[in-house]
């Protein structure tokens, strides 16, 4: 076709097109109308479940700041700055605030706000950090306080739903679900001591979350979130609790007395490298015996250098009750279960022979 024509055929076609009717559709300024909602049936059971449990306990959950004092560096005012957040929760009518011990760790004062956000000036009352707990007090009038329900950690399965309602990233009021992933775990505390019988959750805990409840599908207290494992710093589907049972052995004597008294025997350990070097059996050797302590009275005896160099035997406590007793921190458990004026019967080594002497406990310092 010679370029004359292609190019008359070209027109034609352009003709044509212009010549058709547009099929764009008119375009107007007004938004689409919006779609229809579709109806939904009722809850389900456990949807209604979580809804009923949160709305039960949430007033007994509380957010902790903890305050610091600084001097402003122009006009040398003391000020409380914020230093920390945490959890806690209502432990009874009265105003005591149990949360964990590393929540208020240095701090010079505290603020508890309410699920309704009313806030009160805290005080310490006293903490165990042995046990990560504190318990703190406010002055609220009591139809703000909902002391929360006390369950029991003993009777936890592996397998059962828990509950956790927490602060986490100072987000007030947030409830994590999940379950018991294990029992008697054992985790450091902050001092260094280990906390035995802990519970495993994968219930979401996040920093914030310290110093809250654990709940069992009734909304009974079964444990106080205390830590993660997590190599980010956040859930990573490992939290731990410290067993109810263990809390309401403690807060009630830190309410009483400000303090964990721990019973005593009246005497000093020896280091693991002791028991190592004698080829001692497991234990708690003896290198000090207290004057006039309970451990006195009943004639215990200390290991101790002779004059001569050579080793004088002393005892090695090997259990409490019958129950073995492997190294010191195994032996303060034990008798953290007890109370000052307890008797218990001690299992004793001395140079390849064993014994069982009775001991009244004493308080300790």
Known sequence: MSTPALLRTVLIAASALLAMPAC?????????????????????????????????VSPSVVHITTLETQRDMFSMNVMQVPRGTGTGFVWDDKGHIVTNFHVIQGGSAARVTMADQSSFPAKLVGAFPDRDLAVLKIEAPQGKLAPIAVGASRELQVG???????????????????????????????????????????????????????????????????????????????????????????????????????????????????????????????????????????????????????????????AINDEPVADLDDMLSQLERRAPGDSVTLTLWRGGQQRKQAVVLAAGE
């Open 24 to 56: 764009v559709e008119s375009r107007t300024n007004e938004p689409a109308p919006p779609r229809a909602v579709a109806p939904r049936g009722p809850l389900g059971a456990d949807e209604q479940a979580n809804i009923e449990l949160f709305k039960r």
């Open 160 to 318: 059962q739903r828990v509950y956790a309602i927490g602060n986490p990233f100072g987000l007030d009021q947030t409830l994590t679900m999940g379950i018991v992933s294990a029992l008697n775990r054992e985790i450091e505390s902050f001092n260094g001591r280990t906390i035995r019988g802990v519970v495993q959750t994968d219930a979401a805990i996040n920093p914030g979350n310290s110093g809250g409840p654990l709940l069992d599908s009734a909304g009974r207290l079964i444990g106080v979130n205390t830590q993660i494992a997590s190599p980010s710093g956040a859930s990573a589907g490992i939290g731990f609790a410290i067993p109810v049972d263990e809390v309401n052995r403690i807060v009630p004597r830190l309410i009483r007395d400000g303090r964990f008294v721990r019973p005593a025997i009246g005497i000093t350990a020896g280091p693991p490298n002791l028991a190592r070097a004698l080829g001692l059996p497991r234990g708690v050797p003896i290198v000090e015996v207290g004057n006039g302590s309970p451990a006195a009275k009943a004639g215990l005896q200390s290991f101790r250098r002779e004059r001569g160099g050579g080793v004088v035997q002393g005892d090695v406590i090997t």
